[in-house]
């Protein structure tokens, strides 16, 4: 067994031992630390005696027996562990059972992306404690300092610990608000490493994975959980268009001219599959919404046959749940092209979307498309200056190259 | 049992509320200090004078110095506080959000290291 196959089987069930061991000693860090422990002994005895015949079974096994010899040499450590040595009794070997693992990780999951935690804090807690990422890996992707992010890390356990931030799955009539918390961290980690895999810089589609990974388990953990689901769905649905987003030269391919042939059928299938699921349940939410609208785009073999009638009504839908201006440009969008783009531009120019780059993007194009080519020019020209990301930069840059031609064209 | 610090911030110098609105502050602050202290978790609360009335002590060189006013020059200084007890953050957040509800400022909400007597 190769120490990269160790560490895979490893990966995948270090979250649960993390929050197995965390209820345990109530302690966070000590968990963290002695799952840590117990990697660096699978390193040593798996590749020798092969994997065990429950790899989380093991690691759990051997952390805890790591952390009670801890708790015992440092006797005077802090109060909590002692009362967790003295409520459990040193000895006693807790059965592992399935059902309250997945309880553990859970709880751990909501500890992770308590809104009293920083929300750049939650994302690495839940990269570090649930997924398992090394501190190294997670300030690579989120391009910080290692120390920077070793930090925040620190910072927001200690937190947890001095505020006595729960360590527990919260009751339903807080459960929506509060599990809109982990879904958001999700869908970040998601775009993260979705937008600047279309970039220059590699080694980020490991959020992506990531955010998949933790987005399935999500919904194995809370399958009832309609809004998880669709959370899930959309980022199958998205994914999917992957191998289409990007020209070889790097340029992101807009939707409408993306071949569709390269769209991933089994992403695709696995995410209709689940909008349907979410449809028949009938508890819309803005995740379930926006996982459907995507569906639509799926369905359509080319461009021209999308059903913008239905996108546009999921987007009304959608605005009743997060009535911001970005779902209202994205609306816009889909009404340039149910309707017409001169009234999509008068819905784009009521939006105050002043710093975001999209916005300048969508006017221009508008206005491109109702032949105020001069005012699409300038558009451009500041949708160029608010976005660093180079395939969104070169994308804009085309469009403008396009439209001057066709101005010289017209002048001519 | 753990306790919690639930500081109220306010801007010092900022206009007064107007004195309808300042009645029903006080009204919803006593509501809120009676819910509080028959569910047990009240230790204590109080309001305060305005940082104007603040003098500093500090040690220098041996010698009691005494500074008038607040320690902190900020604009935003604490005007009153809570001190409560809670089983964690959550059930102390959830008292936090009926403070700031009744007082009109944003409250701060602060462990304390030691657990509740």
């Given at each position: 067994m190769e120490s990269s196959e160790v560490e895979r089987v490893f990966r995948e069930c270090s979250g649960r031992a993390v929050a197995t061991l965390a209820r345990r000693f109530g302690d966070l860090s000590l968990a963290e630390e002695m799952v840590q422990e117990a990697f660096i002994q699978a390193l040593e005895h798996w590749p020798r005696?092969?994997?065990?015949?429950s790899p989380p079974g093991w690691i759990i096994t051997t952390a805890r027996r790591a952390a009670l010899d801890r708790v015992r040499r440092e006797a005077?450590?802090?109060?909590r562990q002692k009362q967790s040595l003295r409520l459990y009794g040193p000895e006693e070997s807790e059965p592992l059972d399935e059902g309250p693992m997945l309880d553990d990780e859970l709880r751990l999951m909501f500890t992770c992306c308590h809104?009293?935690?920083a929300p750049s804090a939650q994302v690495a807690l839940t990269l570090r404690l649930?997924?398992?990422?090394?501190t190294r890996e997670i300030a690579r992707a989120f391009l910080v300092p290692e120390a920077t992010m070793a930090q925040r890390l620190v910072r927001a356990k200690n937190k947890i610990r001095d505020a006595n931030i729960p360590y527990r799955i919260p009751p339903s009539e807080e459960l929506p608000a509060r599990l809109r918390w982990v879904l958001a961290v999700i869908y970040f980690v998601f775009n993260e490493g979705y937008v600047s895999s279309?970039?220059?810089?590699?080694?980020?589609t490991d959020l992506v994975n990531e955010a998949l990974r933790l987005a399935r388990h999500l919904v194995e953990l809370m399958p009832e959980e309609h809004e998880t689901v669709g959370l899930l769905a959309l980022l199958l649905l998205i994914e999917a268009r992957r191998p289409a987003r990007?020209?070889?030269?790097?340029t992101l391919v807009p939707l409408g001219e993306?071949?569709?042939?390269?769209?991933d059928p089994k992403l695709i299938a696995e995410g209709q599959a689940l909008v349907r699921r979410c449809l028949v349940a009938n508890q819309p939410g803005p995740y379930q919404i926006q996982a459907a609208i995507n569906a639509v785009h799926a369905d359509?073999?080319?461009?021209?046959?999308?059903a913008w009638e239905q996108i546009v009504a999921l987007y009304d839908q959608l605005l009743v749940f997060t009535p911001t201006p970005v779902v209202a440009l994205n609306r816009a969008v889909a009404v340039a092209e149910l309707r017409s783009p001169s009234e999509a531009l008068t819905l784009v120019e009521?939006?105050?979307?002043?710093?975001?780059?999209l916005f300048h993007a969508v006017r221009a194009d508008l206005l491109a498309r109702v032949g105020r080519l001069s005012e699409a020019a300038s558009a451009y020209e500041r949708a160029g200056t608010l976005t660093a990301n180079q395939a969104e930069l070169k994308l804009i840059e085309r469009r403008h190259h396009e439209l001057l031609a066709r101005a010289r064209v017209l002048a001519h | 049992m753990n306790q919690y610090l639930l500081s109220v911030h306010m801007v010092e110098g900022a206009a007064p509320p107007s004195p309808e609105v300042m009645q029903k502050m006080f009204a919803d602050v006593d509501a809120f200090n009676q819910v509080l202290q028959k569910s047990g978790a009240w230790i204590f609360a109080g309001g305060l004078q305005p940082v104007t009335s603040a003098t500093v002590v500090r040690i220098k060189e041996g010698e009691v110095l005494f500074t008038d006013g607040?320690?902190?020059?900020?604009?935003?200084?604490?005007?009153g506080f809570w001190v409560i007890k809670a089983k964690d953050l959550d059930e102390a957040l959830k008292w936090a959000a009926g403070a700031t509800r009744a007082c009109g400022a944003p409250v701060e909400v602060r462990p304390f290291q030691e657990p509740a007597p």
């Open positions: 005696e092969g994997l065990p015949a005077s450590r802090d109060e809104p009293a935690l649930i997924a398992g990422l090394e279309a970039g220059t810089e590699l080694g980020r990007t020209a070889p030269d790097g993306q071949d569709r042939s390269l769209w359509a073999r080319r461009a021209e046959d999308t009521q939006l105050g979307l002043e710093p975001y780059y | 607040p320690f902190s020059e900020a604009k935003e200084q604490i005007g």
